[in-house]
């Protein structure tokens, strides 16, 4: 079986940090590098998080590059201290170094493309805000893109943005930087989306930590995830980035429709993905089902290697 080459670009949640265990835990992938942008976090703090949990779980140090840069539609700041409250933990906390300096997300990025010896499939499960300015930089290496897969949107699905000035259409992940979603759109990367219309068949529930805390004695990815959910349930979260790369791990148990859209850029329902007519938007694939009884197993068995 040929290893797919990935790159992921995250925004510092407990969910990212899991959909990186996946990746390393997955023999199907090898990831070549991370980008942390300043959404669901503040970016330094996740590096320092991150950092740590590659050390406790044994993985080799990789590339990992931040942006700093505010989204123009910041998230609300008490999703943004996870990150450094999971670092500050007890399993975690004596694997944390200061990480005063590193390299910015936008050259991580392209010395990875540049030097990578076969297309790059991106799973970005952040706002696309390091992609886009990537793009712009150096639409040259979009060559070297074999797609970006992107947890992001809605289609029929309510939205998860509330605010005064927003009709509840939107999702945080396009919401955040609707103008890096629209510079994405405008090039010629394929893209497939995750969006809430199927995460939403997979909420995070106890009985899954649970599992995943039974497997910890032999396993130390089991035993960092079920920390990082354990702390999060109970705040209405879905299995959001999970199972966006699991579209990539195990894209038998999903279903992709060829789709045209746009973004709204302006008014209450700025942010909303709207579904145009053929060769009237941007040609996307748009996950349409998955096997939500499978894709549990498989996650619950990728978490719980002994590696």
Partial sequence: MTTKHVFLCNDGSGDDFTTFLLAVAS?????????ICNACCYADQALVTLRAIERFVRFPEIPIGIDMDEMPNSLPKQWRKDAQKFGQSKLLAKYRTDQKTTASAVQVLADCLESAVQPVTII?????????????????????????????????????VKGPDTD???????FANIPAFQTVLKTSVPIKLVTLDVTNHLPLRKDFIAKLALAASTSCVAEVSSLLWSQMIGVGLYLWDPTTIMSELRPDLFEFKQTDIDVVTEGRSRGRIIV??????????????????????????????SR
Avoid at 124 to 132: D, K, M, N, R
Avoid at 168 to 174: L, S
Avoid at 284 to 304: F, H, M, P, R, Y
Wanted: without cysteine.
């Fill in 276 to 305: 145009k007519n053929a060769g009237e938007g941007r040609r996307v694939q748009i996950a349409t089902s998955v096997n939500k009884e499978v894709v549990l197993i498989e996650l619950l068995a990728l978490l719980s290697t």
């Fill in 27 to 35: 023999s199907t992938v090898k990831v070549l590098g991370v980008t």
């Fill in 168 to 174: 509840g259409a939107q999702e945080w992940n396009v």
């Fill in 124 to 160: 970005s499960t952040g706002p696309l805000q390091v992609e886009a300015k990537l793009l712009l930089q150096r639409p040259d290496l979009s060559s070297r893109i074999e797609k970006l897969v992107m947890m992001g949107g809605a289609i029929d699905a309510r939205g998860n």
